[in-house]
């Protein structure tokens, strides 16, 4: 009768274990022989490896209401960067297969970032003009044989959102199927169910000594340590927020950002006779505020115990013509009325810095951008050597007006580049008083 593999392999660990039991202790022979039985059927039994599959399900595209259009994506597994379809192929609606991977078993992190804008033409009476909608999620999940981690990437519109900038949220779906049921798990040659039983000779146990006494070890009870006590929640300060349009209260939506925990946001209604109280652990923070047919503004604030902290913002309303509008042309800002100098003068003129309110309304409205200020001089208000210092004063001098208008000294890079790049010609008085400026470029970016 022809042997199986398997029963082949029961016979040959029996007669390893006859030729050796002679030359060895019996224990030895007995652990060694049922280790190696372990790996050898360990071996004809195939699990196959962990895999990871990772999707994308698309939000709705044309012909909703609102489309909204796919801008960028990042998706990273454990620290490296996944190599995934194009934006034309993941951006349509729909489930769209990003990745399908064989790994190792162990722990996964996958940290999704997702970037969405609004599809339709910019309008000043639009809530959501000039938005974009930088999501970031994470996820972690457990790899093992035999199961398919089947990962996918959610983002989604909640219409009922009090605020654009909570439109659109990011998540991630988790679940796992088996790929080899163990039930199903496939031996190596031959399908049989094994062998019959095999009775083992059973081998005497070793003699062994009898035990040594020793004399009795007294042992030092040390008392555990103590712990330090609890010095419980740390009382919260309180900051007053109060906003109007004119005299008069308006409503609008207040984020404030910083400290340990996320955004906070605080509505405020335009019957509100008194300031709305927000109690917050001490630290610093940023109050952003947005309200409808406004130009959105921001603080600075420090909150603490000790003292009450106040904010007050007289909102002033957005412009409706569009020469009195901020226009943004391949990263520049032209401002309506831009920032003036007179000849050998660091600080703007009085009355020509208006148009900054604007360009802290863009810098509200999308956190991901930065300022990099270029400032400039004419070719005879100084000396040569004196012009490089002059058009950087300039340039410090428009950032100050912005940090004092809220804006994080973080997000505002400052330089100066002399008379090198004229944008006129310096022959006139014209011409020199045009290139006594300061550009304002736009940065995306953390």
Request: with cysteine; charged share 25%.
């Amino acid at each position: 009768m022809a042997y199986s593999s398997v029963q082949a392999l029961w016979l040959c660990i029996l007669a390893l274990i006859g030729a050796t039991a002679r030359a060895a202790e019996p224990s030895t022979v007995e652990q060694r022989a049922r280790e190696d039985l372990d790996r050898q059927l360990q071996a004809l039994v195939k699990t196959p490896p962990p895999e990871v599959v990772i999707t994308y399900e698309g939000l709705p595209g044309e012909g909703t209401a609102r489309p909204y259009k796919l801008l960028e994506v990042d998706f990273i597994l454990n620290g490296q960067p996944l190599a995934v379809p194009g934006l034309d192929v993941i951006s349509g609606p729909g489930i769209h297969r990003l990745a399908a991977l064989k790994v190792e078993e162990g722990s996964y992190t996958l940290v999704s970032r997702v970037t969405y804008t609004n599809s339709d033409s910019w309008s000043l009476f639009s809530e959501e003009s000039g938005f974009l909608w930088k999501m970031t999620a994470s996820v972690t999940f457990q790899a093992q044989k035999g199961l398919r981690m089947r990962v996918k990437v959610v983002p989604s519109i909640n219409p009922n959102a009090p605020d654009p900038r909570l439109k659109l949220k990011l998540s991630h779906d988790v679940s796992a199927e088996m790929t080899a049921p163990l039930a199903d798990a496939t031996l190596g040659e031959g399908q049989d169910a094994g062998p019959p039983p095999v009775a083992v000779a059973q081998v005497p146990p070793p003699v062994t000594a009898p035990p040594v006494t020793s004399p009795p070890v007294t042992v030092t009870q040390v008392p555990p340590p103590t712990k330090p006590p609890d010095p419980g929640p740390v009382a919260p300060g309180k900051l007053m927020l109060k906003v109007l349009a004119g005299k008069k209260p308006v409503a609008a939506t207040a984020y404030v950002r910083g400290g340990r925990g996320a955004p906070q946001q605080v509505l405020l209604d335009k019957a509100a006779r008194k300031p709305a109280a927000v109690m917050l652990p001490p630290g610093e923070y940023t109050v952003d505020v947005l309200s409808k047919g406004f130009l959105a503004q921001t603080r600075q604030v420090k909150v603490s115990r000790e003292r009450e902290a106040t904010v007050d913002f007289v909102l002033a309303p957005a412009p409706a013509k569009k020469d009195q509008q901020a226009q943004v042309k391949d990263a520049r800002v032209e401002l309506p009325t831009p920032p003036g100098f007179e000849e050998k003068q660091a600080a703007p003129r009085k009355g020509s810095t208006q148009g900054l309110a604007l360009l802290v309304d863009m810098m509200v409205r999308d956190e991901t951008l930065r300022l990099r200020l270029e400032g400039h001089t004419d070719n005879r208000e100084a000396p040569a050597p004196a012009r490089q210092a002059l058009s950087e004063a300039r340039a410090k001098a428009v950032a100050d007006l912005l940090v004092k208008a809220g804006l994080s000294p973080s997000r505002i890079d400052a330089s100066g580049l002399g008379d090198t790049r004229p944008k006129a010609p310096n022959l006139i008085p014209r011409g020199r008083e045009l290139n006594r400026r300061v550009d304002i470029l736009l940065v995306r970016g953390k």
